[in-house]
């Protein structure tokens, strides 16, 4: 099993659409949660981290679910410029600054 | 500020070539990483510094790559001999401490794209 496994999607939604991702880790002991953005032909860059007691960055909202070992991110009112792969990252238990990365999931919106 | 700064951008060799690739990572940042991204795959870690000190390197297939990071700045990534299945891009990446979780946060370079022929 992979420590941490996304839907690869791809998800193709209408603008205005609200769309959620999951993303399970194997890890029981993880101790950090990420979501990247990487825009196709870019490299990933830090969306939001994921709390505890979940977080909110604007039309975004991040939970994590330690019980289920999984966090989840949530988009509302999905734009054209959303569009990218969402990838999970776990900060891995006693490996100091190890962070592993999921295979993304890819998010396309439509007009 | 500069962020992390790679090169070259694209390489394209044939097998059993060898290739370097080379990293600035932001001033100040102690941590830095490479990761190998494959088409349609998230990234897989290579190696990690502290400082000057390979603290992670299990990962490394330390029969054709090699890394270096001498004075704890800049690193340098070698594959040889690079084979058809290195084909990927190679990013590097260095970290400071997130304020609220304590947790290593990630600025990436903007990669350097390989191609094995």
């Known amino acids: 099993r992979k420590e941490v496994e996304q839907d690869p999607g791809p998800f193709n939604v209408p603008e205005g659409a609200t769309v959620a991702f999951n993303c399970t880790y194997s890890?029981?002991?993880?101790?950090?949660f990420f979501w990247y953005r990487q825009d196709c032909r870019k490299e990933p860059k830090l969306l939001m981290s994921?709390?505890?007691s979940g977080n909110e960055d604007g039309r975004f909202t991040a939970q994590l679910n330690r019980a289920s070992q999984y966090i989840s991110l949530l988009i509302r009112d999905s734009k054209l410029s959303d569009s990218a792969t969402y990838l999970c990252?776990?900060?891995?238990?006693?490996?100091?600054?190890?962070?592993?990365f999921g295979t993304g999931t890819q998010l396309k919106v439509e007009l | 500020e500069a962020g992390v700064v790679q090169s070259p951008r694209y390489k394209i060799i044939e097998k059993k070539q060898p290739v370097a690739f080379w990293c600035n990572p932001i001033s100040g940042h102690n941590t830095l990483y490479w990761y190998r991204q494959n088409l349609g795959q998230g990234p897989e870690l290579l190696i990690r510094y502290e400082n000057e000190e390979a603290v992670d390197d299990s990962q490394l297939p330390k029969d054709r790559f090699s890394a270096e990071r001498l004075k704890g700045v800049d690193s340098t990534l070698k594959i040889q001999p690079a084979e058809l299945g290195d084909s990927a891009v190679y990013l590097c990446a260095s970290s400071s401490r997130h304020t609220r979780s304590g947790a290593n946060v990630l600025t990436f370079g903007a990669g350097s794209r390989l191609t094995v022929l």
């Open positions: 890890n029981s002991a993880s101790q950090s």
């Open positions: 994921v709390y505890s």
């Open positions: 990252v776990v900060r891995s238990a006693g490996g100091g600054n190890k962070l592993t």
